[in-house]
């Protein structure tokens, strides 16, 4: 059955192709966006987080909400303002649609949203399933809070669904668009250790992982989304430096340097997520890119 769905953070890297995806379903898509725009074949409705102030009748006929919004971890250096709105762009925008839909009648039934593995921490080499508990450090907290925010859904009695999203490979996007930009420029090296675990997972999958929590009722809880084989942040530069045809340096990016460029960043590059996909797998999802370098050579040589 086709659903209507509520998305925030829809002009993202993961926003725009899920609604094109959405939209190719037979799915109907509204938008809740910051500015006035225009999506083809999607309403658009306005909201303030930090006002917390939106359109009441964004919810009109919705039954799935979407949420993808939130600052840009690696947007800005972390000085303690700046971590503040990181928290508060995801706890306090989850805080502002559970608060409208307490507030009047909706058909609304399912609340997906987004996370990270950065949930765990530095993990080391433990293998990080999703009953594993939540680690340590910036990153933990801000994806602990966000789904404990997340967690109100289940008092009132909606599905909830949470997405911990790996590293995602985009062509000339996101994540991966910073870090091969080195790479390019002849200066590719492994990070740190470089054997810290990279849980990847190419931006079809993950918005096929998205409708696929959108159709299938019997997703509940949370999944890592990524890839089934996590790779050692060398082996990832190693790998795209291979698409690219640039070498990599023998002797990593230390640690220290990383610290002293990014400060407290740099947990973005250096912590270890090996992470196991296997339950979204027993749901019967399939991923159309298991290993990295049919991933890399997609997005590389389309």
């Known amino acids: 059955m086709n659903k209507h769905i509520l998305i925030t953070g829809a002009t993202g890297v993961i926003g725009k192709r899920l609604v094109r995806s959405l939209q190719e379903k037979g799915h109907r898509v ?19 987080v930090y006002k917390q102030e939106i359109d ?19 947007g ?8 503040k709105e990181l928290i508060d762009s995801r706890v306090l925008s989850t805080q502002l649609l559970y608060k409208l839909i307490k507030s009047q009648p909706t058909s ?4 997906i949203s987004a996370s990270a593995v950065g949930y765990y921490g530095d993990g080391g080499d433990e293998i990080l399933t999703e009953e594993s508990p939540g680690g340590t450090g910036f990153l933990a907290e801000c994806c602990i809070k966000w789904e404990q925010a ?3 859904g289940i008092t009132l009695n909606l599905r909830v669904v949470k997405c911990r999203i790996g590293f995602v490979l985009a062509r000339n996007e996101g994540a991966l668009s910073e870090l091969d930009k080195p790479i390019r420029f002849f200066a590719g090296s492994g990070l740190g ?7 990847w997972i190419h931006i079809d999958d993950l918005v096929a992982a998205f409708v696929s929590a959108v159709e299938n009722d019997l997703l509940k809880g949370p999944y890592n989304l990524c890839a089934p084989f996590p790779v050692s942040n060398l082996s990832l530069a190693k790998a795209i430096a291979k698409q690219l045809n640039r070498p990599v340096w023998p002797i990593n990016a ?16 250096l912590i270890s997520n090996n992470t196991s996909a296997q339950k979204i797998l027993d749901t019967g999802f399939s991923f159309k890119y298991l290993q990295l370098e049919d991933a890399l050579t997609d997005i590389y040589h389309p």
């Not at 009748?57 to 993808?68: E, V």
């Not at 230390?254 to 590059?269: I, N, Q, R, T, W």
């Open 76 to 83: 800005k250096q972390w000085t303690n303002e700046r971590k």
């Open 108 to 111: 609304v039934q399912t609340f």
């Open 30 to 48: 509204s938008v809740l966006s910051r500015k006035a725009r225009a999506i083809e074949n999607v309403k658009v409705y306005l909201w303030d």
């Open 193 to 199: 250790s470089g054997k810290q675990w990279v849980p």
């Open 150 to 152: 997340v967690d109100e």
């Open 254 to 269: 230390p640690k220290s340097f990383l610290k002293l460029l990014l400060g407290e960043m740099s947990s973005v590059a």
């Open 56 to 74: 009441v009748d964004c919810l009109t006929g919705i039954d799935t909400i979407i949420h993808l919004a939130g600052e840009n971890v690696a």
